[in-house]
């Protein structure tokens, strides 16, 4: 019985609550104006700054290219590969130095490439190729280096902690 009156009662409270708050509250009955979005930025609102970076402005801003001036669409094969991506998959060493072949693997690339002195990777050159090492000739837009071409070694099997 007693299960019974408290039931009821919770029933008809419920139910008379949004009776009594519209008598109680006339303008919460009347229809309200239209209100803008919840994250919209209201007109004629300005950021002030005081010298401070606009904290829902990206810092880094949009290029047309990828990082470091790179094109984000590079041509197919291994001169789409940049020197910094380019994984030393290993090395064929002849008696004759022109028969030497490096074997190189990109991020992302399934089939490696076999390059020889003289081939071209996106932004560099083999320059030369031993049994335990591979040089890359750096190529520098504007016309080059007074000094001569950036040269960058890279190991064929790096110890342990050294980056290739």
């Not at 949004?18 to 930025?41: C, G, I, T, Y």
């Not at 880094?60 to 041509?75: L, S």
């Not at 998959?89 to 130095?97: D, I, N, Y």
Request: hydrophobic share 40%.
């Amino acid at each position: 019985m007693h299960r019974a009156f408290t039931l009821i009662a919770m029933f008809v409270l419920t139910l008379g609550l949004p009776f009594v708050s519209r008598a109680q509250n006339p303008a919460a009955a009347a229809p309200a104006e239209e209100l803008p979005p919840l994250l919209s930025v209201p007109k004629g609102y300005h950021y002030d700054a005081h010298g401070r970076r606009d904290p829902f402005v990206n810092p880094v801003p949009k290029t047309k290219g990828g990082a470091g001036g790179v094109p984000v669409k590079r041509p197919p094969g291994l001169k789409g590969v940049l020197v910094a991506e380019a994984l030393i998959a290993g090395v064929v060493t002849s008696k004759e130095p022109t028969m030497n072949v490096v074997i190189i693997s990109g991020p992302g690339i399934k089939t490696p490439y076999f390059a020889r002195v003289g081939d071209a990777l996106y932004d560099a050159t083999v320059k030369s190729i031993k049994l335990d090492t591979v040089t890359f000739a750096l190529n520098t837009p504007g016309g080059g280096d007074p000094k001569g071409p950036r040269e960058i070694v890279r190991k064929v099997r790096p110890t342990p902690g050294e980056d290739q």
